[in-house]
């Protein structure tokens, strides 16, 4: 199929083809081709002008040229590499640089040629993936971490999240829709009916919050679903669970409420407002796993659930092992401002005897945690090699980063550089250590 859409040299079509699925395929394509790069083995798959291989975008594209500049140009990079090192003439650098891209963002493989997915940590490409990266996202809004919680069953969140959306069949949203009616509330008669006046301004729904706030012992008042949630900011977690299901609880207690007076010609009726809200607070005491203080019972009596005490601290056994002669200790550290922003990384270097060797310290550009963490490890390891130690012994508290390095799953941007280190070590171990054992790489790192 891939071959049909594609000319001889490997770029796409630009004519029709009578296909319903041909124009949607070189869309897909196009969008994920921007996000795929060649890490350089041998050169031999990799087409010099129209592959990603100096950077996020190819010469072809950096220089804007029109498909028919390149009919007939299918060098492949192997050309310019001789025993697995790239010498790229000055011409083509000159060229690089006029497209925008770099020699330093060439990425180096000891094996074959491989095209990585670079949204992918580890570089791998999956449909789920290209479907986050390419699907349209809307602004985060406010209750979204609220409503889809492992706390709120997932019928309740959903109702939530449709009053959230104002996706209901209020007088106003008709009025919206070019219809005519005279509107009232069902709940006071008094004004007209719009989801915020049903439930935070009525006042059938300000009597419902008093007795809810009063029942969780919260002082204050508010006016809309943020003020609400905020009212616990200062509880323990199992309360701020129990008080944000109570909210929604009341949210969707007051319209099914108006729902039933509507359909239904049912009187106005607190009690079952009052029972909506308790159901939601009881699914919630099963599955919130924050735990309670002894303060709280009151709490949780009046809505007649468990406390769920805190397990008591465990005491982990610690022992110093003693490196072995000559063997050198990394103890080491990445972190990230915002789990994807500005990083840096640590790293102290020991002898046997516990004496400091070195002390390296350096700032990463926009990274993650985790990333910052492995790329802790790998210049941690090239440094000690650079001076001669390769009898090494690596402690960082990141368990993720000790995993990846054991497993070779590093991410891709570090997986060359990382093979190329563990195969000049005579001895190399990567280790969890705690992270009051690690404070001087945390210092440094930080
Ligand atoms: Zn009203």
């Known amino acids: ?98 497209a925008g891209l770099s020699l330093h963002d060439v990425k180096k493989s000891t094996d074959e040629d491989y095209l990585v997915w670079w949204p992918d940590i580890k570089g791998h490409f999956s449909a789920q993936g290209a479907f986050q990266e390419t699907r349209f996202k809307r602004p985060k809004v406010h209750w979204s971490k609220h409503v889809w919680n492992s706390y709120i069953h997932p019928k309740h969140a959903g109702t939530v999240w449709k009053l959230c959306s104002k996706a209901t ?9 070019g219809v005519t009616i005279a509107s009232k509330c069902r709940h006071c008669g008094a004004q007209e009916e719009s989801l915020i006046h049903l439930i935070w301004e009525c006042v059938f729904a300000k009597e419902m919050w008093n007795w809810l706030a009063g029942k969780f012992k919260f002082r204050g008042t508010f006016t809309d679903m943020k003020e609400a949630i905020k009212l616990s900011k200062n509880s323990i977690p199992r309360v701020v669970h129990l008080w944000i299901s109570a909210v929604f609880g009341g949210m969707t207690g007051l319209w ?3 729902n039933k007076i509507f359909f239904q010609d049912k009187a106005v009726s607190k009690a079952f407002c009052e029972g909506i809200v308790r159901s939601h607070i009881i699914t919630t005491s099963y599955l919130s796993k924050g735990h309670t203080e002894p303060s709280d019972v009151g709490i949780m009596n009046e809505w007649g659930i468990h406390m769920n005490v805190v397990a008591a601290r465990r005491r982990i056994h610690c022992i110093w092992i003693p490196l072995a002669i000559a063997q ?33 310290g350096g700032g990463l550009s926009n990274t993650t945690c985790y990333l910052a963490e492995c790329t802790a490890i790998v210049e941690g390891v090239e440094a000690a090699l650079s001076r001669g130690w390769n009898n090494l012994w690596v402690e960082s508290y990141s368990s993720t980063a000790v995993t990846a390095a054991n497993s070779s799953s590093m991410s ?35």
Not at 28 to 46: F, R, S, Y
Not at 169 to 177: G, P, S
Not at 415 to 443: G, M, P, Y
Request: aromatic share 6%; glycine share 8%.
């Open 256 to 258: 099914k409420h108006r």
């Open 412 to 446: 891709w941007e570090l997986l060359n550089r990382w093979k190329l280190c563990s195969r000049a070590c005579t001895s190399l171990q990567v280790t969890h250590t705690w992270r009051e054992a690690n404070q001087e790489a945390d210092i440094i790192a930080n």
């Open 169 to 177: 069949a209020t007088d106003e949203n008709i009025k919206k829709r």
């Open 1 to 98: 199929m891939r071959l049909n859409i594609l000319t001889k040299e490997g770029a796409l079509i630009n004519y029709y083809k009578p296909s319903s699925i041909c124009p949607g395929v070189k869309k897909a394509l196009q969008e994920i081709d921007k996000k795929c790069q060649w890490v350089i083995g041998n050169g031999a798959k990799i087409d010099l002008w129209r592959d990603c291989w100096a950077g996020k975008h190819s010469i072809h594209k950096g220089l804007n040229l029109p498909d028919h500049a390149l009919k007939g140009c299918t060098l492949k990079l192997e050309s310019l590499i001789q025993g697995l090192i790239l010498r790229c003439p000055t011409h083509i650098t000159h060229l690089l640089h006029l």
């Open 328 to 360: 050198v200790k990394l103890n080491i550290d990445g972190a990230a401002k915002g789990n994807l922003g500005p990083g840096g990384f640590g790293v102290s270097f020991r002898d046997h005897n516990g004496n400091f060797l070195y002390v390296l």
